[in-house]
């Protein structure tokens, strides 16, 4: 019999303010990254932010939350969240989409080689974890 799977509530543990975005603009500076707590009964991972972007007067004009998948889904099979793998694709995607237009870059081919590469790594880990038999469970 599996064991029980932890109890995945939002601990308020280790919240920063915000997620910091590098080389800040004039634009990214109206953009704010709030990440929920680190939950220690779930991997100790962030499985909630929200990012907002906000007008020059520091009016939020979009927000966006995202949950990622807490618990493992082969003890308790019910989605709840995101996986990380799918908004690297959502990244790719976007970012290709410009690649096929009037504003392709080098920048930008670097910017998706780099996310296809963390989307390998990614599968790789769950490779690995299904050939240890302990993909989608509770267990290192």
């Known amino acids: 019999m599996s064991e029980a799977q932890p109890q995945c509530e939002n601990v308020p543990v280790n919240v920063p303010a915000q997620v910091r975005i590098p080389f800040l603009n004039d634009f990214t500076r109206q953009c704010r990254i ?4 680190r939950n220690p009964e779930c ?11 906000f007008d020059k007067d520091g009016v939020i004009t979009n927000e966006l939350p995202i949950h ?3 618990g493992a889904l082969a003890e308790n099979p019910r989605h709840n969240g995101i996986f990380s ?5 959502v990244m790719i995607d976007h970012l290709e989409s410009f ?17 296809k590469e963390a989307v390998h790594w990614l599968c790789a880990r769950s ?8 993909l989608g469970q509770h267990k290192k």
């Open 34 to 37: 709030l990440p929920g707590p």
């Open 43 to 53: 991997g100790n991972g962030r499985h909630y932010y929200v990012i907002q972007s």
């Open 68 to 70: 990622f998948q807490e």
């Open 85 to 89: 793998v799918a908004l690297l694709c």
């Open 99 to 115: 690649q096929d237009g009037d504003f392709a870059t080098e920048e930008g081919a670097h910017a998706i080689t780099h996310l």
């Open 127 to 134: 490779d690995d974890r299904a050939a240890r038999g302990v």
